[in-house]
Structures are given as C-alpha cells and as structure tokens.
C-alpha cells in the first residue's frame, strides 16, 4: 500500500545536476558582472575628477550590474525548467504513429511514462517496444538539445544584461536608486507569495472538485446520507457506483469536535481564568509555559496517544459497566483532540480576559461583589463575544485536525451521534482516499479534492467569523 | 427604618456564608481545570516513556555457533563472494538444535529458531568475512534476540497471561528462562535504533533513514521560509504602503495560519507533483509545502520583531543619509535577528512535528535507505512514527514510543533555543 514510485527519480538527480551547472554559471556570471561594474566606475569617476562626481557609490554600479545579468537570465531559467517536460512531451507524442495517438489522454499519459522511465533506465528494456524504444531516443536526443540550449541561452541573456548595465555606466547614473528599486520589487514579490498561495490552494482545490462535480451530482454529494466511495474496477461489477454522501462525514467531524471541545473549553477557560485572577504572579509564570508544552506537542504523538492508551482504556471502562464501546469510539479521538486544544484556548481566553479594563473589575470589587461573583457577572459577561471569537477559532482547528482523527477514528461512515461508535472524519477521509497508489482522475481521489475544499471553506468562514468578534470586542474597549 | 436596616444586614450576613462557599467552589473549580491540565500532560509524557524506555536496550542471546562448512555450503578456501552467499541461517539453526537437543516436533523447531533475529545471519556473514579461519571452529557468539524474545526478556510478558493470546509460548519462555539462568542473555544499548533504516523487523528497525529525510525536508523549508518570510516582514513592516493590494496580503497572510495543515497537502499533490511533476515522496517537495505552511508564522513573529526596534535607531541611520534600504538591511534587521531567529525555529519546531501534508504528496513509503539528497524518495521522523503506530507487531509499539521521544526531545532542544534567544533579545 505505501510502496513508494520508483519512476524518475534517478531522472531528477540527472536534471538537478544540470540545473546546478547553469545556476552555478549565472552566479559566477554575476559576480563578474558586479567586478566589471564596480571596476568601470570606479575608472569613470577617476577621469571624470574622482569618486565623488558619481552619484552612487561603486559597489551600487556593481550590484546594478549583477542584477541586470542576474534577474532576467534567472526568469528565463525557471521558466525553461517549468516548459521543458511538457514541451518535449507534445513533440515526442506527436511523432508516434497514428494508432498510439488515437489513445486515451490518461493511456497516453501512461505509454509516455514508459517512454520515459526506459529513456531514464528505469524500465528494463522487455518492458517497452520498438515504438516506444524509437521514442525514447527523440527524447534522450530532444533532453539533450533542450538542456544544452538552456546552458547557452541563459548563459547569453545573463552576458548581454550584465555588459548592459556595465555600458550604461555614467557618473549621473542613480544605480543606488536603481537597485533599492529592483530589491523594494523583490521583497513585494516575497510577500506576494502568501497571495499565490491561498490562490493555488483555491485554485488546485476548486479545478479537481469541478472535475467531481461533474461526475457526482453537488446535490448528492451536499445532502446524501451513505459515503462508501468503492468505484468499480468492472462496468458491470455488483455495486459499481459508490456513494457519496458527504453528511455522515460532517456529522462524524462535528460529532469529535463537539467531545473536544467539552473537554478544551471548560479546562481551558477555568485554567485562564484562575491563572489571570486568583494566581500569584510566580505560580502563573511556572504554570503556564508547563501547560503550553500540550501545544507543541505534534499531533501524531496525540494520535499515538489515542490510538494505543485512550481508545483501549475507554473500551475497558465502557465494558466493565456494560456498555459497548467501538475500539475507534469518537471519545477516545475527541478526548485527546480537547487535550490538544486545551492551551489553545487558554491563552485566547486569557488575552480576552486581560483585556476587560481594570475600571470594571474594580467597581465591582468595591461594591461588594466577590471575585467569583465579579468573575461571573461582571467580567465574562463583558468577554464573552471575545470568548465565543476564541472558541470559534478552536472548533477551526478542531475541524481540521488530521493525525489524530487518522489514527483513533474509524473508517467506515456511519450516521450516528452516539460517541461510543466509531465515526469518520472529512480529514481521514481525505487521507485514506489519498494514500496509497491511485490514479490521479478517478472519482476516488477527485472527492478528496471536494472534501478538501469544503474544509478550506467551513474553516475559512469560522476564522474569518471569529476574527471578526475578537476585532470588534477588542475596539468596544479600547 | 433602623429596624429595616437591622433586617438588611441580617439578610447579608446570612447570605455571605454561602457567597463565601461559592467562592472557594468556583476556585476550587479553576484549580481543578489547571490540575487537569497537568495530569493530562503528566500521563501523556509517561505514558510515552514507560512504554518507550525500554526500546532503548536490545537483548542478545549467547550461542554456541558450530561454523560446519558443510552447514555453510562453502567449499575450504573459498572466496569472498561464495562466503557472503553462504547459509548463514542454517548455521544459527543447528547451533540452536544442538544446544537444545530436546526439540522434535516441527512446530517446537519453528518456535526455537524465531528466538534469533534475522539480522544475526547478516552479523556471523560479517564475522567470517573478515576471519575466514572461523570455519569449522565453534564459538560462543552473541546474537541478536528476536522482538518476541526480548520482550518476554524485558519482563513485558507474562506467563500468568492466557497462551493463546501471546505471542512467546510457554516452550520458548522455558528456553529463555534455561539461558538466563546460564548467563547467555545479555542486554546492551540499542544501537541499530539510530543507525538502521525501517524494517518489517521491529528489533531491526531504525529511525536513521527517518530522521535524515526529516533533515533534508526542514533544509529545503527553512532555505525557502527564512528569506522569504524575512523579506516578506520586512516589506510589510518598512515599505508597504496604505493600499488594497497590501489589504489583500495581510488578510492573506492571517487566513493562512489558520488554514488546515492538510488541506497544504492537497496543494502540493495538485501543484508541485501533479502539475510541476517534482518527485513523489521527495524531501523537496516535502520542504516546499511545510516553508508555505510556517510562511505565515515567520512573517507574523518577524513583524512583531522589526515592530520592536525603537525609531531612534531608523532616525539616526537616515538622519546620516542611509537610504530607507540601508537603515533597514544595516540597522533595523541586526537589531531585530534574535527576534527573528525566535519566530523561525519555533516555525521549523512546527515543520518538524508535522505530518499530516505530508501523508498526501506520498511520503509514507516505506524506506531503508537513508535519502542521499533532496530528490531521493524520503519518509521523516513524524510520519515514520504514524507508520509504526500502524503496524500490527507489538514490538513496534515501544519503537514508536522511543521515536517519539527522539522527536520531542528535538522539539525541546528547539524550543529552549528560542527561549534563550528571546531572554537574551530581553535583556538587550
């Protein structure tokens, strides 16, 4: 089941070889660059009456120099590296015969993998025929040409910018300005990156969901009641279509983050409210990095956890009083998902808690009240949208967490709020659907895709909701 | 009136008893949720430890090896192709029938040789490779217990426990308890634990190939997360101006933090591996979808960084003509490294305990080669830890536990780096 993909790899040592080869010339490119640069300039402002006629320094000239060589040549390559594969795809298929192209685009996916896995070595030569055999040598021959152009055009674009730059050298030349210019671009683009990618994860998300959709009507998939996605190998097999029904998954997933949070909220908020209230200063300090470990804690120890002492130990308590308890119960997993979520909600608490303004305390003290009574009164009535922001947050995390559910919860989709049974998850399911080998296009692995994006979504709209009321709480006292 | 006001105060002074029991109620309550709290960690921790401990030693049984070239199937003089193709496991059989000449039957015979680890084969094999004169000696030998055996050695089976239910058998622990009793049971520290890749055995198996794909993974992470997310701060911070398009990537930036690590995994199977055809299962494409994944907490936590360094030290380096690109990469960010450094490894103390995206872009291969680059196929600590919990031989439940400790003692070392960096940024 985990067998690990043994096409190509020994292909990407080849390529990473030669990717380090032309990277490793653009470098030694733009060093020169920038000694030419820095050189010329210095010459230049010399005859021109000495340094101080060049409005920048130097090394700004040199820097100018080795960006001009430098950014353009590094585009080029990225590109040629990205078009590469599917380039020499299109041309080596459009030389096979007639009777191979009148395939199916997945089929031809796979004769072309073969193609190129025997051109890599990795295919003994019985595996492959003469057509594909023929096809290979294109490829190794187009690989070649392919690569050595690459060498030569990058290394060319990355002489011409950088003699460029080193022509344009005058003493009224702003190259300070210049380069500060091309970095504040760079520095964009680095903080762009966060938007690129929220759009490829809607993107990638949205494509292959669509591409479910198509298949499986959306109403069936919103509102249908039984998920077993078993397709059928056959047409005719008994059974062929699977069903999938998504709500037994939502009401699994509810049905574990609920648990948790009966466990997180009440530990997690009475720990903040003892600790921000009652505690001495020193006893909080010792306290609360202690309970915080709970967060760094990786998931999949928690589901280790679950898995091998939680679920086990639940199943005997159950059994001893005469219940019956799935080995895989939604209590054990949610359980320990509060466990996790539990420092979580405490330090949200406890940032909404500290920041009730200390007037309102005080008043209530002074007429009176105890803390207890201020606590519960005063200070979470006026918290409490804070604190329903902070909870908010964690069901979101509740909602998404993955190791701990694959581990402790059961596979199979059964429509049931009862916490003794075994219940799944969206998250499993996204990984028992994806794990493993799998075409890429079958409607199995597609409904992960679909499953993924109503996640992204439900966990989207609960954040935004929640940062929302936490924004708004924060500004009524501010 | 006064009467009235005599009825008062006697109303609240019969009241307050109970307000004052509610009040230690409630932070009798407060103090039992930081309890639990500490008992959930507490049981967490040792339930891990005790039941990773003792994986940490290894049992060896001492035998009588008879090296019979005739068992060995070697010709006398032989080279060394023919001798590192010899039947080893032979040998270790009939040393084993010799010593307990008492087994007839062919289950009881079975039950004897699966006392000794298959590795020990590979163990003599480099023995007489490297003294061939062994052959035709006899020699006492220590070899490696099979899992079954050592736990019944480490005192986790027991005899009262049902026959049926266990995996050593009342014979094999006669056996056991026969060569305990000579002193040919040896307990020694693990070292296969750390320098073996995995393996269906559970004796044999390792978490060097593990943690060198979990190295491999969090180099290409942080090379891509650091500069970005430093320079993606700095832009924010420094230059940005008021605008929608600077709107729209903070908000990005927020929404991403918050975003189901998984849901990471499904971009990078669509993207990098589906789209881009990177290799599956690398520590490549493993690296680039956990530096997105800390992107945002590198950002957040390197603002906050840059936020704190006072403006005097901006002002000055302009008020002597630096550019604003200078005042930043000159002055702003040395101040504001430890800071920086701080938000990183606690971000690559995340990468490193992750697992979840990395399930879907293939890394749960099973590997006995430790990765010898970023593209070779690699699993890491987390996900090795995931495959063992898994599997149904017992004796990978304290492999797991034991892994799991390795993984959070790095994730402590990690985090007490950060706290040593933040105490000395404090005190500055």
């Not at chain 1, 390529?15 to 470098?27: A, D, R």
């Not at chain 1, 490119?29 to 320094?57: D, E, K, P, Y």
């Not at chain 2, 995994?265 to 055809?277: D, K, P, R, S």
Request: net charge neutral; hydrophobic share 50%; with cysteine.
């Amino acid at each position: 089941m985990f067998a690990p993909l043994p096409a190509a790899h020994r292909f990407f040592e080849d390529s990473i070889m030669q990717s380090s080869t032309v990277f490793l010339t653009l470098l030694a490119l733009c060093a020169i660059s920038f000694f030419v640069g820095r050189h010329r300039s210095r010459l230049i402002g010399m005859s021109a009456g000495g340094l101080q006629t060049l409005h920048s320094l130097p090394k700004h000239y040199g820097y100018m120099a080795a960006l001009w060589a430098g950014l353009p040549a590094l585009f080029l390559f990225v590109f040629w590296m990205l078009a590469e594969q599917p380039f020499i795809k299109n041309i080596v298929i459009s030389g096979l015969p007639d009777d191979v192209r009148a395939m199916g685009s997945a089929e031809l996916g796979l004769y072309y993998n073969q193609v190129v896995s025997y051109a890599n070595g990795n295919v003994d030569e019985a595996m492959v025929n003469d057509v594909q055999r023929a096809a290979a040598v294109s490829y190794q021959n187009l690989l070649g040409y392919s690569r050595g152009l690459k060498l030569l055009l990058v290394g060319a674009l990355a002489l011409l910018g950088g003699a460029l730059a080193v022509l344009k050298v005058k003493p009224e030349l702003r190259a300070r300005n210049h380069v500060e210019n091309i970095f504040k671009w760079i520095l964009f683009t680095c903080s762009f990156i966060a938007v690129l990618t929220t759009l490829g994860i809607v993107l990638s998300v949205l494509f292959e969901a669509i591409r479910f959709f198509q298949n499986i009507p959306i109403a069936d998939f919103l509102f249908g009641l039984k998920w077993s996605p078993q397709m059928a190998i056959r047409a005719d097999q008994v059974g062929a279509s699977g069903s999938f029904g998504f709500v037994p998954l939502l009401v699994g997933t509810l049905l574990i983050s609920f648990v948790a949070m009966l466990i997180a909220v009440p530990v997690g908020l009475m720990s903040a409210i003892y600790l921000s209230e009652y505690a001495s200063r020193r006893f909080r300090s010792v306290t609360k990095p202690v309970l915080e470990i709970l967060a760094g804690v990786p998931t999949v120890v928690y589901g280790f956890f679950a898995a091998l002492t939680v679920a086990p130990f639940i199943r005997e308590l159950g059994e001893s009083i005469g219940l019956t308890v799935a080995s895989e119960s939604a209590l054990a997993a949610g359980l320990v998902m509060g466990i996790m979520i539990i420092p979580f909600v405490m330090s949200l608490s406890d940032d909404i808690i500290n920041a009730v303004p200390d007037s309102m305390r005080e008043a209530s003290l002074g007429m009176g009240a105890t803390m207890s009574e201020t606590i519960r009164k005063v200070l979470l009535p006026a918290a409490l949208p804070g604190i329903v922001g902070g909870i908010l947050l964690a069901v979101s995390r509740a909602i998404g967490e993955t190791m701990i559910v694959v581990m402790a919860a059961g596979l199979s989709a059964k429509l049931t709020i009862n916490p003794l049974e075994a219940v799944t998850t969206i998250t499993v399911q996204i990984v028992t659907l994806l794990v493993g080998d799998q075409e890429f296009d079958s409607p199995k692995t597609l409904a992960a895709f679909a499953l993924g994006l109503v996640l992204f979504f439900v966990t989207l709209l609960l954040n935004i909701v929640a940062l929302y009321v936490v924004r708004k709480y924060r500004e009524q006292y501010e | 009136m006064s009467k009235e006001t005599f009825r008062n105060t006697e109303l609240i002074q019969a009241s307050l008893k109970k307000r004052y029991a509610r009040e230690k109620r409630f932070q009798l309550y407060g103090q039992l949720a930081v309890l639990a709290g500490f008992a959930f960690l507490f049981i967490l921790l040792f339930d891990i430890v005790s039941k990773g401990t003792p994986a940490f030693t290894q049992k060896y049984l001492l035998v009588d090896v008879h090296f019979s070239a005739d068992k060995l199937g070697v010709a006398p003089g032989a080279g060394e192709e023919e001798l590192s193709r010899a039947n080893y496991s032979g040998v270790i059989k009939a040393s084993l029938r010799e010593m307990f000449p008492d087994v007839s039957s062919r289950s009881d015979k079975r039950r004897l040789y699966r006392m000794v680890s298959i590795g020990a084969e590979y163990d003599l094999r480099d023995q007489v490779l490297s003294d061939p004169g062994l052959i035709g000696q006899r020699k006492d030998v220590w070899l490696l217990a099979h899992s079954e055996a050592a736990s019944y050695l480490k005192g986790q089976v027991s005899r009262e426990s049902p026959e049926a239910e266990r995996r050593v058998k009342d014979v094999q622990m006669d056996w056991l308890d026969q060569l305990r009793d000579d002193g040919r049971t040896r307990s020694a520290f693990n070292t296969l634990f750390f320098l073996e890749g995995d393996s269906r055995e559970p004796e044999l198996a390792g978490i060097r190939a593990a943690l060198q794909g979990s190295f491999f993974t969090l180099l290409v992470t942080f090379l891509l997360a650091f500069p970005v997310g430093v320079f993606a701060a700095v832009y924010l911070e420094e230059f940005a101006p008021r605008n929608r398009i600077t709107d729209l990537i903070e908000i990005n930036i927020n929404n991403l933090a918050a975003v189901p690590s998984i849901v990471f995994g499904l971009l990078g199977l669509a993207v990098f591996i589906n789209f881009f055809e990177l290799p599956r299962s690398a520590p490549l494409v493993g690296g680039i979808v956990l530096s997105l994944m800390t992107l945002p907490t590198i950002i957040i936590t390197s603002r906050a960084a840059i936020q704190a360094v006072s403006p005097s030290i901006r002002e000055a380096a302009l008020g002597v003509g630096a550019s604003k690109l200078q005042t930043v990469f000159h002055h702003v960010l040395p101040v504001a490294m430890p800071g920086i450094l701080t938000g990183s490894i606690i971000g690559m103390a995340q990468a490193l305990g992750e697992s979840a995206p990395l399930l879907m872009i293939g890394m749960v291969a099973f590997i006995m080669d430790s990765p010898a680059s970023v593209t070779d196929p690699a699993t890491v600590l987390p996900v090795q830890i995931f495959l063992w919990a898994d599997s149904p031989e017992r004796g990978f439940t304290e492999k797991t536990s034991a892994a799991i400790m390795v993984l959070m003692g790095f994730l402590i070392l990690m985090n007490a780096l950060a706290i040593y960096l933040r105490k000395r940024f404090e005190t500055k």
